[in-house]
Nanobody, 124 residues
Framework: VQLQASGGGLAQIGGSLRLSCAAS????????IGWFRQAPGKEREFVSA???????YYADFVKGRFTISRDNAKNMVYLQMNSLRPEDTAVYYC???????????????????WGQGTQVTVSS
């Protein structure tokens, strides 16, 4: 599976962006897809994930603001980000894994495939 993240850019505080993760591979629909982010000087952190079943998971700091979704027919995963804050500024990465277990989906090192990242900057 190859992944390509896009959709980042500059947003105002309280604004919105939608990130996209395009995937190649016929088995994409069976993969768990995760979004992670990394701000300068900080470790990569879990943002959200969606299982092949459609079940979704979020970090506490994005609950109610971000929504993850997938379109298996298009091999796409989206992260709709609303009510953006300056602390959301980071490089956002999408990742995929065919067999990650539930207890591990917040752990970046458990994902086998990674995209190149897209920069999100939130500023006034």
């Amino acid at each position: 599976v190859q992944l390509q993240a896009s959709g980042g850019g500059l947003a105002q505080i309280g604004g919105s962006l939608r990130l996209s993760c395009a995937a190649s591979g016929r088995t994409f629909s069976r993969h768990t897809i995760g979004w992670f982010r990394q701000a300068p000087g900080k470790e990569r952190e879990f943002v959200s994930a969606i299982r092949y079943s459609g079940h979704t998971y979020y970090a506490d700091f994005v609950k109610g603001r971000f929504t993850i979704s997938r379109d298996n027919a298009k091999n796409m995963v989206y992260l709709q980000m609303n009510s953006l804050r300056p602390e959301d500024t980071a490089v956002y990465y999408c990742a995929a894994d065919p067999s990650i277990i539930l207890s591990s989906l917040r752990l970046s090192h458990q994902y086998e495939y990674w995209g190149q990242g897209t920069q999100v900057t939130v500023s006034s």
